[in-house]
T-cell receptor
Framework: SQTIHQWPATLVQPVGSPLSLECTVEGTSNPNLYWYRQAAGRGLQLLFYSVGIGQISSEVPQNLSASRPQDRQFILSSKKLLLSDSGFYLC???????????????FGSGTRLTVV | GIQVEQSPPDLILQEGANSTLRCNFSDSVNNLQWFHQNPWGQLINLFYIPSGTKQNGRLSATTVATERYSLLYISSSQTTDSGVYFCAVGSTDSWGKLQFGAGTQVVVTP
């Protein structure tokens, strides 16, 4: 079965420090991978998505970057955190079945980041 | 981009009650999903329903694609149904990206 792992679960980081959040998927090949952020309140905002190794698309210009060094690994990074980077970060995957139709769409358990 | 509006924003139910959550979207979609976020933040996929009707236990969903809305029905609500319900949509050329609505916060009281 397909599973998605995301860590750490919670993180408190000082302003100006670097960030690295990791997400790995098991049980599927060539997934589409996504990073979403949920700020205080409820909405989820797509930050990055990737359709293959080394292929990253950014949805929102910001202080963050993403990388996909392996097929089932997706990393969210920052060189210097800002207070506004605080939030709940969620990784997700989906697999293209046929053009326009996507199987699954499963979220990881999330990382709650507080920048102080 | 596609606009997604959910209503109501908040809903308080007594255990055993039925409810309907609505999702309106501004353009044609081929991907519509309903999610439940529990109080610990975990998002669970409830339905993939770009059109038609599906049922899963006490939950069911209907999407009328031509009229650009979807409904999520909760019957005989239980306290475990509490949380935020999100509707999310995507289009053919969106690589699976989803545009989320703001959600409906549901509180089920004993």
């Amino acid at each position: 079965s397909q599973t998605i792992h995301q860590w750490p679960a919670t993180l408190v980081q000082p302003v100006g420090s670097p960030l690295s959040l990791e997400c790995t998927v098991e049980g599927t090949s060539n997934p589409n991978l996504y990073w979403y952020r949920q700020a205080a309140g409820r909405g989820l905002q797509l930050l990055f998505y990737s359709v293959g190794i080394g292929q990253i698309s950014s949805e929102v210009p910001q202080n963050l970057s993403a990388s996909r060094p392996q097929d089932r690994q997706f990393i969210l990074s920052s060189k210097k955190l800002l207070l506004s980077d605080s939030g709940f970060y969620l990784c997700a995957w989906s697999v293209l079945v046929t053009q326009g139709f996507f199987y699954g769409y499963t979220f990881g358990s999330g990382t709650r980041l507080t920048v102080v | 981009g596609i606009q997604v509006e959910q209503s109501p924003p908040d809903l308080i139910l007594q255990e055993g009650a039925n409810s309907t959550l609505r999702c309106n979207f501004s353009d044609s979609v081929n991907n519509l999903q309903w999610f439940h976020q529990n109080p610990w933040g975990q998002l669970i996929n409830l339905f993939y329903i770009p059109s038609g009707t599906k049922q899963n236990g006490r939950l069911s969903a209907t999407t009328v694609a031509t009229e650009r809305y979807s409904l999520l029905y909760i019957s005989s609500s239980q306290t475990t149904d509490s949380g935020v319900y999100f509707c999310a949509v995507g289009s053919t050329d969106s690589w699976g990206k989803l545009q989320f609505g703001a959600g409906t916060q549901v509180v089920v009281t004993p």
